[in-house]
């Protein structure tokens, strides 16, 4: 008799528990993706310097610059700032901060611009966002803000350096909203702090945006590794990690250079949802 009243004062205490809504009057955030002009196309370039295996001598691929805007609830955030205005024959014809405002969207809006790495085609426009919190990858972040680096490496990033603005150094993965819709991924070997995207989309499912983990579908198939990436075992196992979660999310792969993968996406101004 004990042990059966035991028993019925345990589960009196649990059921109430078990019967709360977890969030009650709550909805999930609207979540969006929309791929935005960071570079002018030139024509296809010889990418024989992207396999250190000398894979793809006499290749030439159309590389393509892409930015993203992610919308989280009231929240957004940009994902890479491409080329800056002026800086040669690729440089964006629109500004990164104009394409936002012409979907409704103020550049002091914009609560985190976050950067997959340092190199200047994925960061040249950062200046537009000074008052967002720069999500990069520890590692990258670490030589950017070295006093000793050479100032056109770390120029784009002086603002955060200084003290200017809100930097938040991404060590490991990232859950940026909490909520596990959209997630850096840490994805080193293309530079020591490399991170991808996943954006998690209640219609299209989850989207992978690779960063530089891999630059074009032909190397991405290849396994393929910069001759001026960082660490070739590093870029290996990325490369890896990220094949596996593609497969096993069955995510929409987006290699942001290669332009057959971001016509996945709708074309600016419209949203993937």
């Not at 589960?11 to 969030?23: G, K």
């Not at 012409?102 to 000074?130: R, T």
């Not at 991170?195 to 983990?213: A, N, Q, T, Y």
């Amino acid at each position: 008799m004990k042990h059966a009243y035991t028993a019925l004062v345990l589960a009196a205490a649990i059921a109430p528990a078990a019967a709360q809504p977890s969030s009650p009057g709550t909805a999930d955030p609207i979540v969006t993706l929309t791929r935005l002009a960071c570079g002018t196309p030139g024509a296809p370039s010889d990418v024989g310097r992207f396999s250190d295996t000398y894979k793809f001598t006499g290749l030439k691929v159309q590389i393509t610059y892409s930015c993203y805007l992610v919308r989280h609830g009231d929240d957004y955030m940009v994902w890479d700032t491409g080329f800056a205005p002026g800086a040669g024959p690729t440089a964006p014809k629109t500004s990164l901060a104009d394409l936002v405002t012409q979907i409704g969207v103020k550049p002091e809006q914009v609560k985190y611009v976050a950067v997959s790495h340092y190199h200047g085609d994925h960061v040249g426009q950062l200046a537009e966002f000074p008052q967002s919190t720069l999500l990069v990858g520890k590692g990258d972040w670490d030589i950017v803000s070295d006093s000793k680096v050479a100032t056109t490496l770390g120029a784009p990033f002086a603002h955060w350096v200084s003290g200017g603005g809100k930097v938040d150094p991404v060590t490991g993965d990232r859950d940026v909203f909490g909520d596990g819709t959209v997630v850096m991924l840490d994805m080193p070997g293309h530079t020591p702090g490399h991170h991808s995207l996943l954006v998690r989309l209640k219609g299209m499912g989850p989207v992978l945006i690779s960063g530089d983990v891999s630059h074009f579908h032909e190397n991405y198939d290849a396994n393929g590794v910069p001759t001026f990436n960082t660490n070739r075992a590093s870029s290996l196992a990325s490369l890896a990690r990220f094949k596996d979660i593609a497969a096993n999310l069955h995510a929409t792969v987006i290699i942001q250079h290669d332009i057959r993968d971001v016509g996945r996406l709708p074309a600016f101004p419209e949203a993937a949802k």
